[in-house]
C-alpha cells in the first residue's frame, strides 16, 4: 500500500530564518507531487506539483520553492521566511488529476 | 480546469441527510468529479468519485444529472464526526498534473 510521509508536524521559526520540508512517498512510483498552503479558516491553496523528477510547476509566485531531487521525495523551501509564510502546509501525491491523497500537514508559524 | 462553485457552509443536525450540491458548468467530456473531507489540522481525504448517473460507497452517495453540469454530495444520518469542510474537485487527466480545490463547504452538524 501507499504511504506519504511529512515532516515535522509543527515548527516554529523567526523572521528571516530558513525553511526546508521534506515529503516521501512509499509503495508508488512516478507520482504527481504536491504542495499546498491553508491560511486559517481558508481554502487550499495549490502552491507547486511536479509530475516528475526535476519537473516543477509554480503556481502561486511567492517566497517559496520547491524541488523534486528523487522520484519519490518533494521538498518546500524558503531562504528567508516572512511573517505572511505562516500556515497549514500539506503535502501530497496523486496517480491522475482526479485524486490526491495527503500527509498530515506541518503547522508553520514564523514569529 | 473547470472551476467549481459550492455553498460557503451549511448546517444539519444529527440524524438529518445532508445534500451538498457543486457547481461546474464548464465540465469537460473526460473530467471526473471527486469529493473530499477535510477535519481540522488534518488534509483532506477522499470520499466519491463519479462520472455520471450515481456512485454509493459506505460513506456518501454522489449524483450527477446527465448534463453534468452539477453534483450532489448525499450524507446519509450525519452525525457530529461529519462537521467538516467538504471540497468538490473536476479534473481529468489532461490537465498536466494541476489539482486545484475551491474554498469547499463547512458543514456543521449540531445535536
Known amino acids: 500500500s501507499q504511504t506519504i510521509h511529512q515532516w515535522p508536524a509543527t515548527l516554529v521559526q523567526p523572521v528571516g530564518s530558513p525553511l526546508s520540508l521534506e515529503c516521501t512517498v512509499e509503495g508508488t512510483s512516478n507520482p504527481n507531487l504536491y504542495w499546498y498552503r491553508q491560511a486559517a479558516g481558508r481554502g487550499l491553496q495549490l502552491l507547486f506539483y511536479?509530475?516528475?523528477?526535476?519537473?516543477i510547476s509554480s503556481e502561486v509566485p511567492q517566497n517559496l520553492s520547491a524541488s523534486r531531487p528523487q522520484d519519490r521525495q518533494f521538498i518546500l523551501s524558503s531562504k528567508k521566511l516572512l511573517l505572511s509564510d505562516s500556515g497549514f502546509y500539506l503535502c501530497?501525491?496523486?496517480?491522475?488529476?482526479?485524486?490526491?491523497?495527503f500527509g498530515q500537514g506541518t503547522r508553520l508559524t514564523v514569529v | 480546469l473547470a472551476k467549481t462553485t459550492q455553498p460557503i457552509s451549511m448546517d444539519s443536525y444529527e440524524g438529518q441527510e445532508v445534500n451538498i450540491t457543486c457547481s461546474h458548468n464548464?465540465?469537460?467530456?473526460?473530467?471526473?468529479i471527486t469529493w473530499y473531507q477535510q477535519f481540522p489540522s488534518q488534509g483532506p481525504r477522499f470520499i466519491i468519485q463519479?462520472?455520471?448517473t450515481k456512485v454509493t460507497n459506505e460513506v456518501a452517495s454522489l449524483f450527477i444529472p446527465a448534463d453534468r453540469k452539477s453534483s450532489t454530495l448525499s450524507l446519509p444520518r450525519v452525525s457530529l464526526s461529519d462537521t467538516a469542510v467538504y471540497y468538490c474537485?473536476?479534473?481529468?487527466?489532461?490537465?498536466?498534473?494541476?489539482?486545484?480545490f475551491g474554498q469547499g463547504t463547512e458543514l456543521s452538524v449540531k445535536p
Open positions: 474537485l473536476v479534473g481529468g487527466d489532461n490537465q498536466g498534473g494541476k489539482l486545484i
Open positions: 501530497a501525491w496523486g496517480r491522475s488529476n482526479t485524486e490526491a491523497f
Open positions: 511536479s509530475v516528475g523528477i526535476g519537473q
Open positions: 464548464n465540465i469537460a467530456t473526460n473530467d471526473y
Open positions: 463519479g462520472y455520471k
